[in-house]
């Protein structure tokens, strides 16, 4: 199952494709199989909240909203959702 990742951005602000570059960076280095999409319609900023931009999305749970989240908040972030839809099941099953 790919995971969806969403970066919510005003038109044209620089600080969101860093964000986006960072992203794709981690998930090429984790092997992840996961979308990123970059979303810029006021409407949409405004429907999921989001007053100071950038703001990232992992499958819909904000993962910042107003300030580029680290490396390391985005690589702790994909991992806690690649583990939570892969749970380990115990060896008796």
Same mark, same amino acid.
């Given at each position: 199952? %790919?995971?969806?990742v969403e970066v919510?951005? *005003?038109?044209?602000?620089g @600080? %969101?494709?860093?964000?986006?570059?960072?992203?794709? @960076?981690?998930?090429?280095?984790? *092997? &992840?199989d @996961?979308t990123?999409?970059?979303?810029?319609?006021?409407?949409?900023?405004?429907?999921?909240?989001?007053?100071?931009?950038? @703001? &990232?999305?992992? !499958?819909?749970?904000?993962?910042?909203?107003?300030?580029?989240? %680290?490396?390391?908040?985005?690589?702790?972030?994909?991992?806690?959702? &690649?583990?939570?839809l892969?749970?380990? *099941?115990? !060896?008796w099953?």
């Open positions: 199952m %790919s995971i969806r919510f951005s *005003k038109m044209g602000e @600080a %969101s494709s860093a964000v986006m570059n960072q992203i794709r @960076a981690v998930i090429n280095e984790q *092997k &992840v @996961a990123v999409q970059l979303v810029t319609e006021p409407s949409l900023l405004q429907m999921n909240g989001i007053e100071e931009t950038p @703001a &990232v999305f992992i !499958d819909g749970l904000m993962i910042s909203n107003g300030w580029a989240p %680290s490396r390391m908040e985005i690589v702790r972030a994909l991992q806690q959702r &690649v583990a939570a892969n749970p380990v *099941k115990p !060896d099953e």
